[in-house]
């Protein structure tokens, strides 16, 4: 089907449609002056209807097929099926530890939005808190030895590139006296990016698609939508007929309780399954812990193992469900990232080899240094 018409096939039908109409064909045939004027009025009603009419009819037309609908068109696809609206960019939340190196002798306070931050570096990722918090004289060293207090964060900025892993920030933005040290003991997490445009239609043709609306894809999609949910998988039949078990994992790992309870109480409730056809039974995704010993080869002086443990965990967090972990790719971070580290060695390692529904996670690692040999 032709959708658009040129301005010259515009005014050839216009024309058409005049020789057919006796009084107006007359106005072209006998009246040169009038002639002239009916023409101009042709002229600009073929282009109102080329550089608008066109325009407005293809931009409704394509709106009507989620395929084709734009960012204006598309929500009201998400509304007619009752999905989620399309999803802002959020920003990341987490905790960390401030405080000084030294034991306090006064007291210091660290006012409400407060900047801290990973370094340059590392893409300078910037977080304020959440509110103000002091340490004193009475203040205790923390498990690294420092003398910290601990408060909430939130990223400056919203997007998924502000979910860094434990041990990033380490800068202070804000100068405040007394104050030198700042750390995350756990990454941050909640961070996401706002949804694109093929992600809404995405999720609008994975709707359409469902031939029945309590389908393993429907479990599925409506776990995902859940902020602290990373990765989800479906378990027909998990306690015997009648139930479905729904397998789940967060970006720090196993699920809360909790957690547990806002998703199954988001299935098993009469608005959303008014005749009780089923059970969802949520549950914490099979983790692989990786254990480890690792021995770093230095030269001039040893690597902060703090920072050691951060590069494995940036590893770890680029690993899907049932990923092998490679030991070189492991053995190559630490020397192309850790200032003085010349070799690695890695012994009484657990199997490279993740089972195929698990999450590989770090586990219990003891951690060697040595002086290197060349």
């Known amino acids: 089907m032709k959708e658009l018409l040129t301005e010259q096939e515009l005014e050839k039908t216009l024309y058409g449609y005049i020789r057919e109409d006796e009084q107006l064909k007359n106005i072209l045939t006998i009246n040169t002056r009038a002639t002239g004027k009916f023409r101009a009025a042709i002229n600009i009603i073929k282009r109102a209807i080329a550089e608008y009419v066109n325009v407005l009819i293809m931009t409704v037309f394509r709106n009507i097929f989620v395929t084709t609908a734009d960012r204006d068109g598309l929500p009201s696809h998400l509304k007619d099926r009752g999905l989620e609206p399309w999803k802002p960019a959020k920003p990341s939340t987490g905790k960390i530890r401030i405080g000084s190196s030294s034991k306090p002798t006064q007291v210091y306070k660290i006012p409400q939005l407060t900047i801290v931050g990973t370094n340059a570096s590392n893409g300078k990722k910037q977080y304020r808190l959440f509110s103000a918090v002091e340490i004193n004289q009475l203040t205790v060293q923390d498990s690294s030895g420092y003398y910290t207090t601990e408060i909430d964060i939130v990223s400056v900025a919203a997007g998924a590139s502000y979910n860094i892993p434990s041990m990033s920030i380490d800068t202070l933005y804000t100068d405040i006296t007394g104050i030198d040290v700042v750390y995350n003991p756990e990454q941050t997490q909640y961070g996401r990016d706002e949804e694109d445009i093929e992600d809404v239609r995405n999720r609008c043709i994975v709707y359409d698609n469902i031939e029945k609306k309590y389908d393993s894809s429907w479990f599925l999609s409506e776990t995902l939508n859940f902020d602290f ?31 547990l309870d806002i998703i199954y109480i988001h299935f098993n409730n009469d608005a959303t399954d008014p005749a009780g056809i089923y059970n969802v039974i949520p549950f914490a995704m099979e983790t692989y812990n990786w254990n480890a ?71 219990v690692i003891t951690w060697r240094y040595d002086v290197f040999t060349p």
């Open 229 to 259: 949910v990373k990765d989800a998988a479906i378990v027909p039949r998990y306690q015997g007929r009648g139930t479905l078990g729904i397998a789940i994992i967060t970006p720090t790992g196993a699920p809360t309780q909790e957690q």
């Open 293 to 363: 010993t690792i021995t770093l080869f230095y030269v001039s002086a040893p690597p902060a193992e703090a920072d050691a443990i951060k590069e494995l965990q940036s590893y770890f967090t680029q690993l899907s469900r049932g990923q092998r972990i490679v030991q070189n790719q492991v053995e190559s971070r630490f020397i192309s990232n850790l200032v003085n580290v010349q070799d690695v060695l890695i012994e009484d390692f657990s199997p490279l080899d993740t089972p195929i529904e698990a999450y590989p996670q770090v586990g």
